[in-house]
């Protein structure tokens, strides 16, 4: 359990760093769902045929920039531009092999951080917040989550993957 909470850690520590070296482009490209969620969740029913399933699409196409951004300038970063696409998931996928019990232990996380930060607040708007405010609240909610827990959870992913890329190519040079 130790190697697989070590793997959480500096998963999260190369997010945070990630986030705070590129957080113009991470900020800037999340507060585009952030803005979209919250129209469409506090005047949905005022806004014109369309424009939700538009947005969502949008929303889509925005989060898959960011993580191809993120992949391209993580690889850039880590020295592995020279390396081929397919030789990179080869890599993150012989560190999965690796660790597979350190990287399956990643999901567990993953769960616990869903609940902290989406079932546990969205629940308690919805047990204690007056149902005049339950959607203005829930749009604000949702439109901070963007930014913050959302933008954490995909650099915390790629970190995962970057973490046992980097693993697998420390053994080979070990080798």
Avoid: C
Avoid at 65 to 82: D, K, N, P, Q, T
Avoid at 88 to 100: A, E, K, L, P, Y
Avoid at 124 to 144: H, N, T, Y
């Amino acid at each position: 359990m130790g190697s697989a909470w070590s793997l959480s850690v500096e998963a999260a520590r190369w997010a945070l760093r990630f986030y705070a070296a590129h957080w113009p482009l991470v900020l800037g490209l999340s507060l585009i769902p952030s803005l979209q969620r919250f129209m469409v969740i506090n005047y949905g029913d005022r806004l014109p045929a369309g424009v939700g399933p538009a947005s969502e699409v949008l929303t889509a196409g925005v989060r898959i920039l960011l993580v191809y951004l993120i992949l391209r300038i993580a690889a850039v970063e880590a020295g592995w531009s020279h390396l081929g696409v397919g030789e990179r998931w080869q890599r993150v996928g012989q560190g999965v092999d690796g660790r597979m019990r350190d990287f399956l232990l990643q999901l567990l996380v993953l769960g616990i951080a869903f609940v902290v930060f989406d079932v546990l607040p969205e629940t308690a708007i919805s047990l204690w917040a007056p149902e005049e405010r339950k959607d203005l609240l829930q749009a604000i909610l949702v439109s901070v989550k963007n930014p913050t827990v959302i933008a954490m959870t995909i650099l915390w992913m790629v970190g995962v993957g970057h973490q046992l890329a980097a693993s697998r190519l420390d053994d080979l040079a070990r080798v």
